[in-house]
């Protein structure tokens, strides 16, 4: 049986192909992990009616899973390299699938959000293994238009989770939309033991630099839950500020460390190259204005337009038929002209459709969004493949893993900081409209409001409140969010020249060291196994 078996996976999977189906469980295990990002959005009423959880929980479902990924990204990458990419990929595919089907079977909110945080623990060991073993599979010529796939892959599933999670939560349960990810995990994971060899850092030993991981861990944990609370605790409060301290002293400390040990966990020589900074500065610049502007248009349809979760998910097809297809194009065009041009051709163009979506109104709704999200889809596939392959490109291939960690750390930290400062400019701009607008409302219930909106939440009651009190809060809203996509437009212009002036001009293929690089078939562990977001 066994020989069987494997004489069926040597015709199925050959040396010429086994490359091919690397890609497709990468990009297949990529596509749950990504979907979870924007899936459980949807659902949250339903978790909140049938658990009877409270909002604290609610928050906590999204941001476990949030603080966990991001924090853990760099450490997931770097392991990898020591220990073995397929490895590392592996055991975040069993730890995501296994904590998936325990959250579907969650009885109360508790396991709810503890399991929420083992998911982001798998995610973090997951992505980035995904980047850095497509990078071992594939040689420099290639590897813009594979990890254009990965990109279009990444971008599909966060766009389209919002349509699966609507779906499933109508129509079955919202536990449906965490039982989906079990059978994709088995798949991922039988095709990435048949298809995929293992690779790791063979310049290292397999010491484990501890202090720098403790260090890191406590930095980027203390920042990114400072990000989240900021708007709940407030930026002035002793909390939000001890954790912004604690984060700068256990980030400067990690910096020293890793400056004394042998084995360091990120090699700070990636960022003298330009083309690595470049990337990274690019990443963090355009997840922070594309995270808050899809989270507070969501908002806006579903709290202003009154559109279904379904129907919400749906208005950002457009978006996401173009990045499908803009993604693998901008990847083969990355390895034929370079990624410079594409980047700042993209960032310009995502600056325009932020602009145009900051006229909207209280009455303009949809179609001022429709070429918005179109220029959107358009720009984020020119910049998202190559970006990661401009990144992965300008480090040996030997630290693939923590360079795709330090990307993806670089991202999902922008992300929190553009959720953070929108926030923070939603409540400030509510203020000022709603105290103006509403005298005659209590401070208690003005702050409560203002409160709600600056998280995302919609004001509790505001449905039966008066049509002027109703109306208030949506135009101090939209005037909040018209204000911030301008900021994000003029961010996206800083990421333009940022990309222009740093990342390098030609293609992988034109530079010498890339051409010296050996051929993935021809190297002792290659590249069957081995985002953007």
Known sequence: MTDRILAQRHRLITEENSRWWTLGAMCFALFMLMLDNTVVNIALPSIQHDLHASLSALLWTVNAYTLTFAVLLVTGGRLGDIFGRRRMFLFGVVVFGVASLAIGFAPNDTVLVTFRAVQGIGAAFMMPATLSIITQTFPPHQRGMAIGTWAGVSALALAIGPVIGGFLTEAVSWRAIFFINPPIAVIAIAVTLFATRESRDETVGREVDFPGIAALTVGLTALVLALIESNNWHWGSARVIGLLALSAIALAAFIVIERLVRAPMVDFAFFRSRTSAGANLVGFLVTFGMFAQFFFITLYLQNVLHYSALQTGLRFLPATVVIIIMGPLAGRLTDKVGPRSLMTAGLLIVAGAMLIQSRLTIHTGYGLLLPGFILMGLGMGLVMSPMSTAAMNAVD??????????????????????????????????????????????????????????????????????????????????????????????????????????????????????????EPETHEQPAEATLVS
């Open 397 to 518: 291939r030997t630290k693939a893993g923590a360079a795709s960690g330090v990307l993806s750390m670089s991202r999902m930290v922008g992300g929190s900081v553009g959720l953070a400062a929108m926030g923070a400019l939603v409540t400030a701009v509510s203020t000022s409209k709603i105290t103006t607008a509403l005298p005659q409302l209590p401070a208690s219930t003005r702050a409560r409001i203002v409160s709600a909106l600056g998280s995302g939440a919609a004001p509790s009651g505001a449905h039966h409140a008066p049509p002027e009190v109703v109306a208030t809060i949506h135009s101090a809203f939209i005037s909040a969010l018209a204000i911030g996509l301008e900021v994000g437009a003029v961010v996206m212009v800083a990421g333009a020249v940022l990309a222009w002036m740093l990342i390098e001009r030609s293609p992988a293929r034109t530079r010498p060291e890339a051409v010296a690089e050996p």
